[in-house]
């Protein structure tokens, strides 16, 4: 389950530390963070992200590459993911906990007890959320809910950005055309295509699209 912030501070015995792999934007936020961490003999910081048990990522904007680096952190890696991020618009937060994200933290809060908290949260598989945000969590969660409730088979069914995409697929576009009319990258239209096929194991465009036709959402 998700907690909101604060919450109380996880104990971890010195024996048992977490090991953490920090990527920032640049050297400054790097070593930011570094030196949060340093100070708390809970936290073993390594550079390989291979052997982390948590990696720690700075974004300023969660922009698609920065969504990219967070899946595979998550595939790839295995790690188990702490974001901290100075913003992130309403259409990103369901990807960013799809993606993977144990635990975000707003750049703004990001004191040293802060992250460590975030950080041994993620480690033991939970979930850590800024109480604004896991109220605009809920609130999408529900609204896509309310959205599937007659759509007995399904777990939440197609976020509003992907029912947009599949609409346009099963108007004939390609995936430049319809970056171009939802004025999004055509690697965003990409990530969408993918994300939905894993998630509800649809085998292609094809099947996607009889998907959607058959829930109701063209």
Same mark, same amino acid.
């Given at each position: 389950?998700?907690s909101s912030h604060p919450a109380?501070? /996880?104990? /971890? !015995? %010195?024996?048992? +530390?977490?090991?953490?792999? /920090? %990527?920032?934007?640049? !050297?400054?936020?790097?070593?930011?963070?570094?030196?949060?961490?340093?100070?708390? !003999? #809970?936290?073993?910081?390594?550079?390989?992200?291979?052997?982390?048990? /948590?990696?720690?990522?700075?974004?300023?904007?969660?922009?698609?590459?920065? &969504?990219? +680096?967070?899946?595979?952190?998550?595939?790839? #890696?295995?790690?188990?993911?702490v974001l901290v991020v100075g913003?992130?618009?309403?259409?990103? $937060? &369901?990807?960013?906990?799809?993606?993977?994200?144990?635990?975000?933290?707003?750049?703004?809060?990001?004191?040293?007890?802060? &992250?460590?908290?975030?950080?041994?949260?993620?480690?033991?598989?939970?979930?850590? =959320? !800024?109480?604004?945000? &896991?109220?605009? =969590?809920?609130?999408?969660?529900?609204?896509?809910?309310?959205?599937?409730?007659?759509?007995?088979?399904?777990?939440?069914?197609?976020?509003?950005?992907?029912?947009?995409?599949?609409?346009?697929?099963?108007?004939?576009?390609?995936?430049?055309? @319809?970056?171009?009319?939802?004025?999004?990258?055509?690697?965003?239209?990409?990530?969408?295509?993918?994300? $939905?096929?894993? +998630?509800?194991?649809?085998?292609? +465009?094809a099947h996607a699209v009889a998907?959607?036709?058959?829930?109701?959402? @063209?």
């Amino acid at each position: 389950m998700f907690s909101s912030h604060p919450a109380a501070t /996880v104990s /971890v !015995p %010195t024996a048992s +530390r977490v090991r953490v792999a /920090v %990527t920032a934007p640049d !050297p400054i936020s790097q070593e930011g963070v570094l030196s949060q961490l340093r100070r708390h !003999p #809970e936290v073993d910081l390594c550079e390989d992200l291979g052997s982390a048990t /948590v990696a720690l990522l700075v974004e300023d904007v969660l922009d698609e590459t920065a &969504l990219v +680096r967070l899946r595979r952190m998550v595939r790839s #890696e295995g790690a188990r993911v702490v974001l901290v991020v100075g913003t992130i618009r309403e259409s990103e $937060l &369901l990807d960013v906990i799809e993606c993977g994200a144990g635990a975000i933290v707003w750049r703004r809060e990001a004191t040293a007890h802060r &992250l460590v908290q975030a950080v041994l949260t993620a480690a033991e598989g939970g979930g850590d =959320l !800024p109480a604004d945000l &896991l109220g605009r =969590l809920i609130s999408q969660v529900g609204q896509l809910h309310r959205g599937g409730a007659d759509r007995p088979g399904t777990f939440l069914g197609l976020t509003p950005r992907e029912a947009d995409v599949m609409r346009l697929v099963a108007d004939g576009l390609d995936t430049t055309e @319809i970056a171009t009319k939802l004025s999004y990258s055509e690697r965003t239209i990409k990530n969408v295509m993918h994300g $939905l096929t894993t +998630r509800l194991h649809l085998r292609n +465009r094809a099947h996607a699209v009889a998907y959607a036709v058959r829930e109701g959402y @063209i």
